[in-house]
């Protein structure tokens, strides 16, 4: 655990950075700190105090984000970005302290580009609240995490956010054209597709742009991006089929998928396993017979006659194949509330069936189509196995969505739920062993361990290297020449090893 | 330093005390606090969401993560760990206008209504904080003031230095033959009785010209509700029993509100305060003259030439589900266009001039108007309508610079009634 900074070290900080931010944008609050040391991740309540940081800035400008990385430079302290702390993998979490950069003011929109469809804005503003200024021009940037109500673009740049309609429209890094940013060491750097701001394909020089997307904030901090609009969509097809069997909503959803349909922008398998836990309180679902073991969702965006044609024939592939549509009300009503509705903490059940307040924990990993049946048995038997020896967990069941318009791979899920409250450090450590182990079986199937959220969470941050093999050491190369002080988020993703004295530093 | 600690309270350099450490009333009203706040704490805490944020107004305009709903929850769950206690939480829950809308956007209030009874309730979560601190003697100098002025007068210190109290709390009535108590006496909240009256105007002679008969109170004070909204709970109900008290020996059956945030004193706090005792009937003006007009009794026929759209107040729209009957009267004024917005859309505006913030951080109320402001600017209207006193003040102020006018639905239809209102619509 890191030690709080000396109170004299804070004051020379705030003294250095309050006159560049102002005094009102350095926060020096318990209740200031306590509130950026967390993500929706769960972590042992009692270990809360671990990862508070020393001092939270928010700053309102490029330059003012590159002073105050310049100051952390000077004196020492680790640095950590963060804009909606929605992630699931800790990136936004000081776990060595310091100073948390928030970057949240940074919201402004300062260019909608009609013309050649682009904005460009701060990395504070949530997706939402853009669309609603785009869609005054008949335009949307159709980046749409399940978080999409509240997390913000700087975040989906340092993860490399997946999308649910991303077969469609592409993902954050398709999305995200250029962005401005502050590197390790303070300097401002613009990164993109080749030098210009508004380029979507470029091959001159090195291609940074996916280098400083999904790095969880240890290659600096980004600050203004520049986007890819498309036009809102004219229609929306959504539809939800029910199935007897697994095996057969898993041909739906492959054929779905692999049907080339032009509209096509996400499928959706729900597994036995998911099908359950929504029975236990899910209007939608409780009324359903006992047959219905899996389900299959299916959407599509563009105009409306693309969409019209697109919905039939995914209608017809469905149908040929045994499905059940489950009516307009389900299908259109849970695709609406897809943000919403499927982790609640009043959803969690000990082994006796008790309800307890569990936290929502969500393990992914993208693994090819053809492995989803023996990775969701794998995953699940992991799972049970967990909470057999521990009640403290529960199964909440299995998504597989696209990622892509062929069908090559899913974003695979398992939902844990997690009393929270109840975490000791021995159920912690048992939980730790379980997330190594469920990347573990992605590995072993050939996939990567995360998709979506990142993969530098105890646990499965050990197989890391293992994934990458000699990129890892790549990436330790291209740390360590970026932050040669190793100030940008240390701890994350092993990378304390690109220094000599591991273990020493922060 | 933003954040500085409340008035009279320890700085928070202070090694902080196990709660059972500290002294006694403080240690036990902590415990008791925590006790009936835990679930609640955990379900947010739980569920992480965080959809609440960007409908909040005041996060829309700090972009501060200390104050959000989420923030607001996750303290208690601190509190119960022993990281926090109430001296190091209780300025920060002054940022807040108790609007609602994070209690509807939220995750758990959307999906768990139905199987669980349970809903987010983030406006009685700061309601509690705020009456905790008060109650172990944290006070925020502002509210302090304003409190201990009110308290002194019968009335909130609305006009600033200029005296309000018991002998000018009709005086907007003048001229307007109002007789004192009756089956249906009208309410008038400190902000239309003393700085907007052309509202009260506006609604007695609506009401009058309907024919319903009313009355107003032999001694009316504050109804209690911005006390208890600033956590001062004692005073708040002191208050409720003086009007519920004068009701009743009066004989009054039902009492019509003009004041959303006076709806919400007597439709949730009074029946918390009084239980069966409390027996009167509640009865919004508006639902009341959308009726009138729905029959007949009441019809606009003078025009009026102007475009609108609608401030869905957050306590009408967002805490009580109102929003219907404020468009059907609007609808019914000939010559008006109408650039309505959604009242769903509406969950994320807010005046900021509700539970005390334009008392204690009036540049704050300030931005959420401006930014209300500037979404009505976008529609082109010259007007913006609202149905609450309380936010007529700060959105005319920051209606001024952008040549948009803010006018009452009550005045506005008494205008297109014939109706010559009379009074004042504040200091301009």
Known sequence: MTAVLEASIVEQLVAAIAPVLGEANVLTSKTARYSRARVPAPFPVHRWAERVPDLVVLPGSTEEVAHVVRVANEFGVPIVP??????????????????????????????????????????????????????????????????????LLGGRIGTSGWSLIGSRYGHSRDLVLSFD??????????????????????????????????????????????LKLYPKAEAEFSAFWAFDDYDVAYKAVGALARAGIATFAGAVLFDEKKVEYLRRDDEAYIPQPESVKALVCSVGYGNSDEVAAGGRRMMRIARDLGARYMGDEISQG?????????????????????????????????????????????????????????????????????????GVDYLTEIDIGIWEEKLDDTTWAAFVDAKREIAAVSLKYGGSISACHGSCREGEVDLVPQELGGGYDVMLAVKRALDPNNIMNPGKYGLDRAYDNEGDRR | MSEHHAHGTEPSSIELLPIELLPIDTAQASLDFVDEWRNAAYNCYS??????????????????????????????????????????????????????????????????????????????????????????GIHQPQWKTWNELTDARSHEPVLGEQPVGQDSVREWADGLDIPIGGDDILFVDCEAAFYRTSVPRAVAQILQMAGHEFGLMQEQWCCGG?????????????????????????????????????????????????????DLEIVLVLEVVAEYIRSG??????????????????????????????????????GLTFNDVDHVTQWSYCSGGGGGLAIEKPELTALISGARIKKASELSVDTLVSACPWSERPLSAAGEPENIDVVDIHEMLAESLGITVGGSRGAR
Not at chain 1, 184 to 211: E, M
Not at chain 2, 312 to 331: F, S, Y
């Open chain 1, 82 to 151: 963060r804009d909606g702390g929605t992630g699931l993998t800790d990136g936004a979490v000081p776990e060595r302290r310091g100073i948390v950069v928030d970057v949240k003011r940074m919201n402004l929109i300062h260019e909608i580009d009609l013309e050649n469809r682009t904005a460009t804005v701060g990395v504070g503003i949530s997706m939402l609240k853009l669309n609603e200024v785009l869609a005054q021009h008949g335009l949307i940037y159709p980046d749409n995490p399940a978080s999409y109500p509240c997390s």
């Open chain 1, 181 to 226: 940013m502050v590197t390790p060491t303070g300097d401002i750097i613009f990164v993109g597709d080749g030098g210009g701001r508004k380029i979507s394909k470029s091959s001159s020089g090195y291609q940074l742009k996916h280098l400083f997307m999904g790095h969880q904030g240890t290659l600096g901090i980004a600050t203004t991006a520049t």
């Open chain 1, 334 to 406: 849970d695709w609406a509330s897809r943000h919403d509705r499927y982790a609640t903490p009043v959803h969690g059940r000990t082994l006796s069936g008790q309800v307890a307040l569990m936290s929502w924990h969500c393990e992914d990993a993208a693994i090819n189509y053809t492995d989803l049946p023996a990775v969701t048995r794998e995953w699940h038997a992991i799972v049970e196995k967990l909470r057999r020896k521990h009640d403290v967990f529960d199964d909440w069941g299995m998504f597989a969505y696209t990622s892509s318009d062929t």
């Open chain 2, 47 to 136: 569920s992480g969401h965080k959809f609440c944020r960007e409908v909040c107004p005041v996060m829309q305009v700090t972009r501060n993560e200390t104050w959000t709903p989420t923030a607001f929850h996750a303290n208690v769950v601190a509190m119960d760990k022993g990281e926090l206690d109430i001296a190091d939480i209780a300025e920060d829950y002054v940022n807040c206008t108790q609007c609602g809308a994070c209690e509807l956007r939220c995750p758990n209030t959307l999906m768990l209504g139905d199987f669980y009874r349970f809903r987010t309730r983030t406006v009685d979560l700061v309601k509690a904080v705020r009456t905790l601190a008060v109650d172990t």
């Open chain 2, 226 to 278: 911005p006390a208890a909204e600033m956590g001062y709970r004692d005073q708040a109900m002191r208050f409720a029993r003086h009007n519920l008290d004068n009701w009743k020996a009066s004989g009054a059956k039902r009492i019509l509100v003009l004041d959303p945030h006076d709806y919400i004193s007597f439709t949730e706090d009074y029946p918390k305060y009084f239980g069966a005792e409390f």
């Open chain 2, 297 to 334: 009794a009441l019809t606009p026929r003078v025009a009026i030439e102007k475009t609108i759209t609608y401030h869905d107040p957050c306590r009408l729209n967002k805490r009580k589900g109102v929003w219907k009957e404020p468009r059907e009267i609007l609808r019914s004024i000939p």
